[in-house]
Every structure is written in structure tokens, then in C-alpha cells.
T-cell receptor
Framework: AQTVTQSQPEMSVQEAETVTLSCTYD???????LFWYKQPPSRQMILVIR??????QNATENRFSVNFQKAAKSFSLKISDSQLGDTAMYFC????????FGTGTRLQVFP | GAGVSQSPRYKVAKRGQDVALRCDPI?????LFWYQQALGQGPEFLTY????????KSGLPSDRFFAERPEGSVSTLKIQRTQQEDSAVYLC?????????????FGPGTRLTVL
């Protein structure tokens, strides 16, 4: 069975600084997808970034980038130039057909 | 276009009552997923539909949980004889088609509180 582990329950960062959220996973699959989702207090799950396991190049989306280490089964999210609106819960998720989520990291961006 | 919608947004039920939670996926989306998110936890998979066919219900926690999607669009998650441990946010997600099954679009969820 696949599992996803987020070892940082809470993180904080000052506005405009950079923060990295950690995620590890366990699977015997070779082809799969990895995701980072953002969940603000409104509860709406918003896709931040996606990585396809067969692609070696790390995905980037504007201020968001990942460090995907397939052999180590690690998938960290880097947020550059943090903004107050980045404050939210962040979930790492693994997907073969359905999503398997980690327990989340609560990120607080302060002025 | 409209995203995934869910109703009601909030539901309070007395223990033992039956509840029905509705999900309206994005028009034309083939796949539909239900997840349960307990307080302070990540969402956990409940069940999955491809059109009207329920292909996987392995995540349903008990036989009190039942989901349907009779016409391949709107889906209803029904919980019979609710218990306090059923209190959670129930999230619905839809996906465009089989080839793009990696993209799931989420609704705002229904927060169920069982007293």
C-alpha cells in the first residue's frame, strides 16, 4: 500500500522569504503522479503543482517548485517570495488512480 | 465555467439520522471521487465512479455508507444511522476523462457534524 508522510505539522515564514515543505512517500509503483495541494480555511482544495514520476525534470509553477528525488521517494515543495495569501494547509499527495494524501503542513506567512 | 459544487455546505445531524450529501461535478467530467477529511487530517479516499459505474468502493468505512451516480453526472453520498465518528468534511472531486485522470478538481466540501 502507498503511504505519504509529511513530517512538519506547522511551518512559518516571513513574507518575501523562501520556505520548503517536506514530503516522503512509499510505493512499489514505477509510474505515478505526485501533487501538492493548498487548502485555505475555505476548505477548497487547490492544485499547486504536479509532478509525473517518469519525468526527471522538477516541475515549476511561478513561485512554486519541487525537488523530486524518485530513488529517495522524496517530493518537497519550495515556495519562493512567500506572500500572505500563501497561508494555508498544504497537502502532499500520491496518485496512481486515486489520491492518497499526507496529514498536511500548516504554513503561516507573517508580515 | 462552473466548478464542482457540493450541497449542503454544512449539515448537522443527530446520531442515528440518515443524511444525503450531493455533488455536482464539472459538466462532462467522466470520473467522480468522494473523500472524507477528519479534523486535522488529510482527505481519505472513499469511492470512485467512472460515468455511472462505481469502480471502487474500498474506502467506504462501513455498510452504512452508500454512494450513487445513476445518470453519470450528479452523485449522492448517503450515510445511514449516522455516528459521531462520521463527523468530517466530505469532499467531492471530478476528473475530465480517462486519459487525464490525473487531474482532479475539488468542490468546497460538506462539513458534517453528528451530535
Amino acid at each position: 500500500a502507498q503511504t505519504v508522510t509529511q513530517s512538519q505539522p506547522e511551518m512559518s515564514v516571513q513574507e518575501a522569504e523562501t520556505v520548503t515543505l517536506s514530503c516522503t512517500y512509499d510505493t512499489s509503483e514505477n509510474n505515478y503522479y505526485l501533487f501538492w495541494y493548498k487548502q485555505p480555511p475555505s476548505r477548497q482544495m487547490i492544485l499547486v503543482i504536479r509532478q509525473e514520476a517518469y519525468k526527471q525534470q522538477n516541475a515549476t509553477e511561478n513561485r512554486f517548485s519541487v525537488n523530486f528525488q524518485k530513488a529517495a521517494k522524496s517530493f518537497s515543495l519550495k515556495i519562493s517570495d512567500s506572500q500572505l495569501g500563501d497561508t494555508a494547509m498544504y497537502f502532499c499527495a500520491f496518485m496512481k488512480r486515486v489520491l492518497i494524501f499526507g496529514t498536511g503542513t500548516r504554513l503561516q506567512v507573517f508580515p | 465555467g462552473a466548478g464542482v459544487s457540493q450541497s449542503p455546505r454544512y449539515k448537522v445531524a443527530k446520531r442515528g439520522q440518515d443524511v444525503a450529501l450531493r455533488c455536482d461535478p464539472i459538466s462532462g467530467h467522466v470520473s467522480l471521487f468522494w473523500y472524507q477529511q477528519a479534523l486535522g487530517q488529510g482527505p481519505e479516499f472513499l469511492t470512485y465512479f467512472q460515468n455511472e459505474a462505481q469502480l471502487d468502493k474500498s474506502g467506504l468505512p462501513s455498510d452504512r455508507f452508500f454512494a450513487e451516480r445513476p445518470e453519470g453526472s450528479v452523485s449522492t453520498l448517503k450515510i445511514q444511522r449516522t455516528q459521531q465518528e462520521d463527523s468530517a468534511v466530505y469532499l467531492c472531486a471530478s476528473s475530465p476523462d480517462l486519459k487525464r485522470d490525473n487531474e482532479q478538481f475539488f468542490g468546497p466540501g460538506t462539513r458534517l457534524t453528528v451530535l
